[in-house]
């Protein structure tokens, strides 16, 4: 059994991964990833994005209290853990630090093309787009779901 989590939710079926992406390049601090799931039975998609990072804070940081961040012991972070470069935590002397959390969303679509408007977005104008990761997941799955291909390779205006 497959499991996506959608927030504090956890989402649960049977199916199959049919396309992830990543927008993780070397150096970065923050990315994010899509997977894209197809269910056995319902023949439903399951889209699911993690927002990634490795930075954490001084407790101070206004970032801290933007997101709600928690404090952890310094001693607690991963080894891959990067120090937010405006607030400057410093592992020796600050014993208490706020890391950042994985962010997780999650939607059940009831079609192909419900995934499509799902991963679109909209600029100032109200110009349609999608962005580049999201452009990889969907040829990623259109390599394997034919439904997905179909909404996604061939755009009709009417």
């Known amino acids: 059994m497959k499991q996506v989590r959608d927030g504090s939710r956890i989402i649960q079926f049977e199916g ?9 390049r070397r150096g ?3 990315w994010v990833e899509f997977s ?3 269910t056995e039975e319902t023949r ?3 889209l699911a994005r993690t927002g990634v990072s490795l930075l954490y804070h001084y407790p101070g940081c206004e970032v801290v209290e933007r997101n709600n961040l928690k404090e952890t012991p310094a001693s607690e972070l991963d080894r891959d853990a990067v120090a937010c470069p405006q607030c400057r935590p410093d592992q020796i002397n600050m ?3 706020c890391p950042e959390r994985p962010r997780y969303w999650a939607q059940v679509c009831d079609d192909a093309q419900a995934v499509l408007e ?3 977005k909209y600029d100032e104008s109200g110009s349609q787009y999608l962005t580049f990761v999201a452009r990889r997941l969907l040829d990623d799955a259109s390599k394997t779901d034919d439904d997905i ?10």
């Open 16 to 24: 199959s991964l049919i396309g992830h992406s990543t927008s993780w």
């Open 28 to 30: 970065s601090h923050r």
């Open 36 to 38: 894209l799931y197809r």
């Open 44 to 46: 439903v998609y399951v």
């Open 95 to 97: 014993p208490i630090v």
């Open 118 to 120: 799902s991963l679109t």
């Open 149 to 158: 291909a179909r909404v996604y390779q061939v755009q009709t205006i009417r």
